[in-house]
């Protein structure tokens, strides 16, 4: 199996599942808090949290990554922030590849948990309040046990985008070997090398059956929860 | 007296004006279906906020709007059986019977886990998961939920509906020997007066 990949291949392998990996975990609680706000409660400025969580899906990624050096670059307000404060660069850094990945991943990953929050019936949220249940209590042994298989989903569709990610990545993390040149921008790579279309063709087998594999597991855990009318695509 | 309740509320074009004071154990709420007997037991267990009103049950008050007083439901100790049951579906019986009773200050618990499944007859059904009981195994297992979660009063939803003659017939005698066993009152809804007329000490009719 080794031989079959460069040491040098293996480690684009190794840091895209770490991106992955990373983005997909920080996001994670953020991408539930936002998905149980969007289902579950009405308040002023929704329509626009919901156009904001989604524009990464609409916006060319070269556009969000552009936006995201605006905002995290070294003279950005948030980056410069982070650099002042706790010596933190996301540019050219693997955690800037994440930190893209992240961005790109959150709206398929809230679409998933929204859905399966919204299929937990509130009435036995109710139900649990009347039994003695604050609301903080009702929604730890209720909506969140129940809609944990969205969580999943999410999390593994999340990963799945993450591991393709490429044009908010180039644009922002750049194309640097061994830090943000994760599996597409290794292919990409490959396809300017003379050449290169062996190294093209391991890399992109690699990148299906991983994608796929995601994929598939978070169909089948939406499924699971949600019944055979939801689906996460 | 067990239930003191007056509230005003509107949902939409309806408008619910009701008023009564009970003492009876049992008091039922009766009236066809769209009057608004559902509405009212939410108000009294806090799911729903009256519009305006006063409502206290025994010696304490859950709503006042003169006051400004509103109760969260989780501190009302409402023993509400809902007309779907509303077990959780992730929870085997067990831990549904066990889910109010854990949040009960141990002063509240007046009943215990073998007196409930004793007097319910569900021992052997605590492993199941609830999407495999029957609609009067369910039924009981909600009684036996909302009676161990320390409550000061007991709620009933429509408890015989959709059931067949015979399970109808069972729940029903449940219900009187918790009116005529446990010292805690029940208000009932229900659109039967069959039931009510045998069950009931005080009907309030709802328009």
């Known amino acids: 199996m080794t031989g079959w990949l460069t040491p040098d291949e293996w480690g684009v392998v190794a840091l895209s599942l770490r991106v992955s990996l990373a983005a997909v975990l920080f996001t994670l609680p953020l991408a539930y808090a936002l998905a149980w706000l969007l289902a579950r409660r009405r308040f002023p400025g929704r329509i626009l949290l919901d156009a904001l969580v989604h524009m990464p899906l609409v916006l060319p990624p070269v556009v969000t990554g552009w936006l995201l050096l605006l905002l995290f670059g070294r003279n950005g307000p948030v980056g410069g922030w982070l650099e002042a404060n706790f010596g933190v660069t996301l540019v050219f850094r693997w955690t800037g590849a994440a930190l893209a990945a992240a961005v790109m991943a959150l709206p398929l990953m809230v679409r998933a948990m ?120 | 007296m067990s239930f003191d309740v007056s509230l005003r509320h509107g949902i939409g074009e309806r408008q619910i004006d009701l008023a009564f004071i009970s003492t009876a154990r049992l008091t039922a709420l009766v009236g066809p279906s769209g009057a608004g007997k559902t509405t009212v037991l939410n108000c009294i267990a806090g799911l729903i906020r009256p519009d305006e009103g006063r409502i206290a049950v025994g010696d304490h008050v859950l709503f006042d709007s003169a006051t400004g007083l509103f109760l969260p439901p989780e501190r009302r100790r409402a023993g509400y059986v809902f007309q779907e049951g509303r077990l959780f579906p992730h929870l085997r019986v067990a831990a549904n019977l066990a889910y109010g009773e854990r949040l009960a200050p141990a002063e509240d618990r007046w009943i215990g886990q073998g007196e409930v499944t004793d007097l319910l007859g569900i021992g052997h059904l605590l492993h199941r998961m609830p999407a495999t009981l029957s609609g009067g195994e369910a039924r009981r297992v909600a009684i036996g939920r909302a009676l161990l979660s320390g409550a000061r009063f007991l709620l009933l939803d429509e408890p015989f509906a959709s059931l067949d003659a015979a399970r109808a017939e069972e729940i029903l005698q449940l219900v009187e020997r918790i009116r005529d066993e446990l010292a805690i009152p029940i208000l009932l809804v229900s659109h039967d007066r069959t039931e009510v007329d045998r069950l009931a000490g005080q009907v309030v009719p709802m328009a």
């Open chain 1, 114 to 233: 929204r859905l399966s929050i919204e299929a937990v019936d509130r009435r036995l949220v109710s139900a649990a309040r009347t039994l003695g249940a604050s609301p903080w209590r009702a929604f730890l042994t209720i909506t969140l046990p129940l809609s944990a298989p969205g969580i999943a989903a999410g999390a593994m569709l999340g990963f799945a985008r993450s591991l393709g990610e490429f044009g908010a990545t180039i644009t922002f993390a750049s194309n640097i070997a061994g830090e943000t040149r994760t599996l597409p921008l290794a292919i990409y790579s490959g396809l300017q090398l003379p050449g290169g279309e062996a190294l093209v063709t391991r890399l992109s087998i690699i990148s299906v059956v991983l994608s796929v594999a995601a994929l598939v597991v978070s169909e089948w855990l939406v499924r699971r929860s949600a019944g055979a009318r939801a689906h996460v695509l």
